[in-house]
């Protein structure tokens, strides 16, 4: 059913722009506490280092696609959408050992970490996030799913008008 969809109005900016606030608050809420009490420190500060890391990266994720998307079209003439399963591993990994690089020294700087303790909480939020998008995303798209407008397509020869819900 996603095909019958047009990828670009699936959710529109306002959607998006409230799926991500929703994702990193929440994400906020329930890391912070953690950060703080592995950390050893007061949770207020746990959350202004865990928000200035995700303020971070939220700048670093859009700048990091976009050089890479530029990178493989001059490279191979190809866009982002028709990306083969193994460059998309490379993205996934690119990214995080990107964001690992840009938030390590923060860590060190801002909380005192050593590089130790910085490459460890970096491997422990990267494990907690990874999980946790997986199932907000599932929640996100149950609680708010996507309504495509009225399609017209081709179904054994006949025309029809529906209209799509769901991913």
């Given at each position: 059913?996603?095909?019958?969809?047009?990828?670009?109005?699936?959710?529109?900016?306002?959607?998006?722009?409230?799926?991500?606030?929703?994702?990193?608050?929440?994400?906020?809420?329930?890391?912070?506490?953690?950060?703080?009490?592995?950390?050893?420190?007061?949770?207020v500060?746990g959350v202004?280092?865990?928000?200035?890391l995700?303020?971070?990266?939220?700048v670093?994720?859009?700048?990091?696609?976009y050089i890479?998307d530029?990178?493989?079209?001059?490279?191979?003439?190809?866009?982002?959408?028709?990306?083969?399963?193994?460059?998309?591993?490379?993205?996934a990994f690119?990214?995080?050992?990107t964001a690992?690089?840009?938030?390590?020294?923060?860590?060190?700087?801002?909380?005192?970490?050593?590089?130790l303790?910085?490459?460890?909480?970096?491997l422990?939020?990267t494990?907690?996030?990874?999980g946790?998008?997986?199932v907000?995303?599932?929640?996100?798209?149950k609680?708010?799913?996507v309504?495509?407008?009225?399609?017209?397509?081709?179904?054994?020869?006949?025309?029809?008008?529906?209209?799509?819900?769901?991913v």
């Amino acid at each position: 059913m996603s095909d019958l969809c047009d990828p670009m109005t699936l959710r529109n900016l306002r959607e998006r722009v409230m799926q991500t606030l929703s994702f990193e608050v929440t994400g906020i809420v329930m890391v912070s506490p953690l950060y703080a009490a592995l950390a050893g420190t007061r949770v207020v500060d746990g959350v202004a280092l865990i928000a200035m890391l995700s303020i971070v990266i939220l700048v670093w994720s859009p700048l990091h696609n976009y050089i890479f998307d530029v990178c493989e079209f001059k490279t191979t003439n190809r866009v982002a959408s028709d990306r083969p399963h193994r460059v998309r591993v490379f993205h996934a990994f690119s990214h995080e050992a990107t964001a690992v690089m840009i938030t390590c020294p923060l860590m060190m700087y801002v909380a005192g970490h050593s590089l130790l303790q910085a490459l460890s909480f970096n491997l422990g939020l990267t494990l907690f996030y990874t999980g946790y998008a997986y199932v907000f995303h599932i929640a996100y798209d149950k609680l708010r799913p996507v309504s495509c407008p009225v399609q017209t397509r081709v179904q054994e020869g006949k025309l029809q008008n529906q209209q799509i819900t769901g991913v």
